[in-house]
């Protein structure tokens, strides 16, 4: 497992902007009023964007976890024998597949022009949070040395949480969600 990763973790920082004006040539969608749905838009593509991550990092622990369940040796076995550590891997691959599905299916369908702010929200919200539960396994199937920075679960477990929070919270995905699906359903 890379200890580059180990040493550098997600880069998060506030953002501060002071008596700053923007010409109305720059307003976000052209014309005053079109601002909210163009960056609707965007926080679309951003959260198909931001699952496709999620599948990307789960796989990346998912494998580091395998390699280690595969090494490490218990009662003079590879813990990867493990009924137990065999299920928290097939846990993990069930929902990074179901993850990666739900990505291709939305994009294919942003890509043909199609509506998918339901979409877009279903896979930001269970991809990010599938991540979550593909890192809380790992460490679990390392043990203590998953708590230890030189393996790098420990960090994409601290790192991989958020996921959750950008481009819009589980609990906003839920809302969006949500009230897609009660104003489909009465036309």
């Avoid at 973790?9 to 902007?17: I, P, Q």
């Avoid at 699952?51 to 990346?60: F, I, K, L, P």
């Avoid at 994409?156 to 929070?165: H, I, P, T």
């Avoid at 819009?168 to 949500?178: D, E, L």
Wanted: some cysteine; hydrophobic content about 40%.
């Amino acid at each position: 497992m890379t200890k580059r990763w180990a040493k550098k973790g997600a880069h998060t920082c506030d953002v501060m902007f002071d008596n700053v004006r923007v010409p109305a040539a720059n307003l976000i969608g052209g014309q005053e009023g079109q601002g909210f749905k163009t960056a609707m838009k965007v926080l679309e593509k951003g959260r198909i964007h931001l699952a496709a991550v999620c599948v990307g990092v789960a796989q990346r622990i998912l494998d580091d976890a395998l390699r280690y369940a595969i090494d490490r040796k218990q009662f003079g076995q590879p813990i990867a024998e493990f009924q137990l550590v065999q299920a928290m891997l097939a846990d993990s691959k069930a929902e990074l597949y179901a993850a990666e599905c739900m990505v291709i299916d939305a994009a294919r369908k942003r890509d043909e022009g199609r509506s998918v702010s339901t979409e877009a929200s279903c896979c930001k919200m269970f991809a990010s949070e599938m991540c979550g539960r593909v890192a809380d396994r790992a460490v679990q199937i390392l043990g203590g040395a998953g708590y230890l920075s030189e393996y790098g679960i420990e960090r994409f477990y601290r790192d991989v949480r958020l996921f959750r929070l950008y481009e819009g919270t589980t609990q906003i995905q839920q809302i969006i969600i949500g009230r897609n699906m009660v104003r489909e359903a009465r036309g």
